[in-house]
């Protein structure tokens, strides 16, 4: 009898499991294979040869094995392996998150009649199978489902046994969801002797000749007929051929600055010590914490320059934001084409190629937004995590991991150094540093001797007309500027029009119907829109509910600011950029083009604005409002406030001529203001930290969160209320300075997109405890399969 080898598959599916597969075939960890699960098909990936197979039980069997060699590396496995014990998903869900979409298998399955057979029924009838079969050679399975009109799982039931008993076949066409991509490829002969030609076709072959490599047939279609080009094949002097075509891949373009620099002292120390730890093979996190402009960047490039010379490859995140041209371009005149680059304007097949480069060696440095993580280098010497404590390296979605953490577990699991660096770390980092689980360097200058701007606060409550969005101070100081030819960077916060409308007369608000949450107004189209579902609808003449004419408006978003500015500086070029301006990558682009080529006076935007553009001209940064991250019900609140004050100013001086930041506030007290016009991050960072200690707030505790949704509020609270003995069971297993549980309560957002949301916030004092008892709770709980509920460890949003 032939050999039968059992698997254990990990599938992108939420049960935290492994599936068992027999198949005839030997395959590696790590390879992709094709399997049904249920009533659907699915790509998992070889976990491991199952240790101990049932004897008693029947294995399904892998309908394709897809991969000879193994797409996941050992380290990446051992890696998946720690985010799903960490984050709380299957292996499966942590697997999907590494691998491009293009690696899924996308099936067609077709069906054939083999033999008329009397089948036993006992449930349902397979003759309507058979009848419709014997009319046809192949049929398409999902057609025939489709035709039939039965019900899915008494069809797939029917299907399943019916192949089992001979009597049809079952053919499976299976293909990774990119398709190569063919075309007419015209191949040019070498003859010794040219036969005669009609005229038209010398002048064919003269075109012809004039490429050395085979091209593209489509190019010379306007030129050369098809009868022409055929007559040609047939005396042998080309051939056409189909072939695959190659997209084209990113396209750098030529960098402009070509600018060499010389290390500062400060600069070449940090070098230093990194280039010792990376030759020493041995894993250690550095925190670079450096002021904006003092030289990160530049850090980073020798560092990478040194991996390569010791044959090692090198990883760097970016936030998406700051995976502007004007950074590439600095590495690709650094490192030419070696870079692959990885951001999410990429169409699956760019992602796809990337992914090949990297794989094969030909790419040693990958740049790339959050996933790029999961990059499939080997012998990796560094890992970098620019602005490490942007929000934007958390994932929203299952498996909910941070990719600065992940950054950390894969430099320790491939003996590497890993840097993360900011001008405002996190305050989780902060904290490593404390605990000496980070060695910090510091970039207290930055070159040339550039000062840092000279930063004011604008009281906002001395100035009486709240509907005056720009105070007199500010205004000065921009007219000023635009009459020096020097350029100014505007901060709100906020995008649209308004942040709600409401009815004078009645006190009518406009919500969304999806979620419970104020519409915002957007003016140029005069819609209220929903920022979170986006859900759009005309602003009305009047009032529904009372029909008065009359509407107030609520805070001030970019629309606004961008009107108040046209009306006080008629003359000046402005330029708005928020996500409803910039919905295209060359929005940015462009804009970036536009600022450094001059033709633009005044940049106003979102925090989209407010990181990492380098402008030598920018000798001004207003804030419009500081409060609008304040004033978040979030314990990260005064955090994200100082480091978006800190990074925004960051924009102004940093040519030779002295940079400006106007900050304008309701809260001019507030420390989050007060250091951030400081720009004393280590003051901030002390303060904050003992507030959180306080609260238990992570840092100084870990937390977790439960979210459970279900579109039927009352039956939501009636479930959630049968959990409440598990809770108290738990609690009474640990010390209360260890471990409390919040909740179930109503989540901030109490309803979006149609359902209701409460959650459950744990926080311990440790990891394990985190993870002991979110484990528990899985394990213990009982609730109706309608409840959705979702695991969430380091949440960043608790709304
Ligand atoms: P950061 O990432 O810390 O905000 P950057 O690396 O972007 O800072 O550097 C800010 C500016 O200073 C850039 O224009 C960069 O080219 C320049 N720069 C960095 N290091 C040096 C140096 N040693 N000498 C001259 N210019 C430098
Ligand atoms: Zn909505």
Known sequence: MAQVYYYDIAMPVSPDRLFSYRSSQKVLRGCR?????????HTGIVWQR??????????KSILEVVDEKPKISDNLLKLAEWMSKYYQCSLGQALSAM????FNIQIQQQV???QKKQIPTSDGNPELIINELSKINWSDISALKQKLSMPATLFNEWLEKLEELNVIEIKRVFDAKIKKKIANFVIR???DDLPSLTSKQAEAWQIISQYKEPFLLREIVESVTRSVLKALENKGLVSIEPRELRDEEYQFKPARVKKEVTLTAEQNQAVKEIKKVISSNTFLPFLLFGITGSGKTEVYIEAIKQCLQENKTALMLVPEISLTPQMVERFFYAFGQEIAILHSHLNERQRWQQWKKINSGKSRIVIGARSAIFAPLGNIGIIIVDEEHETTYKQDKTPRYNGRDIAIVRARLSKSVVITGSATPSLESWQNVAQNKFRMLKLRQRPLEYELPKVQIIDMCDHKDPKILISQELRDKIQEKIEAKEQIILLQNRRGHSSFVQCISCGKLFICSNCDISLNFHSHHQELVCHFCGQKINLPRKCPDCGNYLFQFGAPGTQQIEKQLQLLFPQARILRMDSDSAHRRDSYDSM????????VDILLGTQMIAKGLDFANVTLVGVVLADISLNVPDFRAAEKTFQLLTQVAGRSGRGQKPGEVIIQTYNPEHFAIQLAMQQDFEKFADKELKLRQILKYPPSQRMARILFTNPKEQYLREQLATIHPLLNK????YDNSELTILGPVQAPMVRLQNSYRYHIIIKAASVQIISQVVNRLKENIKLSSSIKMSIDIDPYSLM
Request: net charge positive.
């Open 189 to 191: 002969k070498d003859v």
């Open 99 to 102: 691998l491009p979409s293009a």
């Open 33 to 41: 294979v094709l399997v049904s699960l249920g009533n659907s098909f």
């Open 730 to 733: 738990i609690k009474n297993y």
């Open 112 to 114: 054939k009649l083999i």
């Open 50 to 59: 199952t240790k101990q197979p049932d004897p008693k039980l029947t294995y």
């Open 592 to 599: 970036y083009e536009r600022m450094q080529n001059g033709s």
